[in-house]
């Protein structure tokens, strides 16, 4: 397969860590970086990048080679750039959150036409654990699916001595707080193993800010959730049981589980050294018997997998990605309909 030829928009943190990924890949060339800050157009060069360019749409408007772009800068402006870059007939893979709401997703796919548009918050689902799940639902093993549980709290440490993001828990430049930073991954792991089945129709959730002795952990402007949690029914019945929060006052908790009406999975978002996927069988003679489908080290990358490498194909061969703009619109219906129903103090319904 020809390398898919790539630019980077937003070279921070994790646009670094995108275009090592793309540079890694045989599936893709990085031909081009922007971004406006000089230390990282001088990263880019360092890298061996050929073009570099201060600006996302000067990027997109003078560079004929670009086939595909990564956006890879705060949430405040993706759907604006994503929009510009399907108009210049590129394919675009957008960091997480993808838009700042559901009203910018559905812009970005009524401009996509043939073109492939993807979201990074599919990180996860990439590893051989979450494949094997996959398989497993896919199958039929679980019945007819009940509840997507998720819970996942992080107890806050000591001081780092570090400034905090300005982005981290901020409805102006991230759309939200750990709900929109990291919750996208949450659901798209859950909804996508479950195979995107799911329909959200009502949401009944609350959201909290950090808590007073731990404030040093966000920026002093902080306006969003450091913690949340919501329930949220589905149109067949199906529940979507979902709790996150950091800087917690609380012991640290990881829980992924699907339940259904044959038996249940449970499951582990997290890379680890020892991870595994257990699978709650049921009989009426034996009543529930578990056992691993899958145990390793799911730890390490893979150039041959991730979303980089799943986008290239995707756009290669004309197939959808593992998050396309469409599952995308799910999780930002979710994601409205979370603080909705938290600044109303009652449910929403979502359309």
Known sequence: MEPVKIGVIGCGVIGRRNMADAIASDLTEVVAVADLRPESREYAREQGVPRIYEGGRELLDEDPDVEAVVLAFPAAGRAEMALHAFSRGKHVLIEKPVAMNAAEVETMIAAQGGLIGACFSS???????????????????????????????????????????????????????????????????????????????????????????????????????????????????CVLSIERGEFMPTHSEEAWQIIGTKGSLTLSMTAREDNNIVHDDTSAEEGVVSRTIWQGDDRSGNSKRGVIADFARAVREGCPPATSLVNSLVIAKITDGIYASAAAGWAVEIE
Not at 147 to 168: F, M, S
Not at 185 to 213: E, H, K, N
């Open 123 to 237: 990180r996860n689902r990439h590893r051989p654990s979450a494949e094997a799940a996959t398989e497993l639902i896919a199958s039929g093993a679980l019945g007819e699916l009940r509840l997507l549980h998720v819970r996942a709290i992080a107890a806050a440490g000591p001081p780092t001595g570090k400034a905090p993001p300005p982005w981290r828990q901020s409805f102006s430049m991230n759309a939200g707080g750990i709900l929109t930073n990291w919750s996208c991954y949450d659901m798209d792991y859950i909804l996508g193993i479950a195979g995107w089945s799911f329909r959200p129709r009502t949401v009944l959730a609350r959201t909290w800010p950090c808590v007073p002795q731990f404030r040093h952990h966000v920026a002093p402007e902080s306006d969003a959730d450091s913690y949340f949690a919501a329930f949220v029914v589905g149109e067949d019945g």
